[in-house]
């Protein structure tokens, strides 16, 4: 049996060496495709087959290449796994060298460190899961500059005022936040990618772009 693993995978569309939809020389395979390798962790996972697609800010415009965050998660939210689809992206370590709109490193720890074997820390225990039912929180706009709306947060028992955790893409606290009017002001946040967690429901990601 296959253990729900937490997976991060970074690839670019142009890379040359493991090549996006895979390598076959010969008759012999060389890579999988990115769709295959993604298709084995939603496999392994019990993810959803549907991912959540984020632009990732392009903060920097120089670099050749923008990025897609997909992410797939299992429909109690304990489990995930995380996609990064670097558009004209190389044969490169992001954030080190060829794309510099996010930084390997930190997205994955940010993420792993979020998990033990049983899955999302913070993830509730089953019975709490299934209280929490379906409820579907929705953000918009994403990207956002000004402030972010925050649909059906109700339905979790957040009520306006409450106080939210919300982490960067480095996995660092944001302070001071607090729904107000069912909105996140990020007029003051810098341009980049977050994770609102918030209790009985899977963690939701959205953009800031200045
Ligand atoms: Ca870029």
């Not at 937490?6 to 895979?22: K, M």
């Not at 939603?42 to 050749?64: C, H, M, Q, R, Y």
């Not at 339905?155 to 960067?168: F, M, N, Q, S, T």
């Not at 002001?185 to 009985?200: A, N, Q, R």
Request: charged content about 20%.
């Amino acid at each position: 049996m296959v253990h729900p693993t937490p997976v991060v995978t970074i690839l670019g569309t142009s890379d040359f060496i493991s090549a996006y939809d895979g390598v076959v020389y010969e008759g012999t395979l060389y890579y999988h495709s990115n769709d295959e390798v993604n298709n084995y962790w939603i496999g392994a996972g019990g993810l959803e087959e549907t991912p959540v697609i984020t632009d990732v800010p392009n903060v920097s415009t120089n670099d050749g290449s923008t990025a897609e965050l997909y992410t797939w998660t299992s429909s109690d939210g304990c489990h995930e796994l995380l996609h990064y689809k670097v558009n004209g992206g190389d044969h490169d370590w992001p954030g080190t060298f060829g794309n510099m709109d996010f930084v390997s490193h930190d997205v994955i720890w940010e993420t792993l460190s979020q998990h033990d074997m049983d899955g999302r820390i913070d993830c509730g225990t089953s019975s709490t899961s299934e209280t929490a039912g379906p409820e579907e929180v929705t953000l918009y706009p994403n990207p956002a500059s000004d402030k972010i709306q925050i649909v059906g947060f109700e339905a979790l028992g957040i009520e306006v005022g409450d106080a939210v955790v919300v982490r960067d893409m480095q996995g660092r606290l944001c302070s001071d936040v607090a729904l107000r009017g069912g909105a996140l002001d990020v007029s003051e946040w810098p341009t980049g990618l977050y994770t609102l967690h918030m209790s009985g429901h899977r963690p939701v990601r959205f953009a800031v772009e200045r």
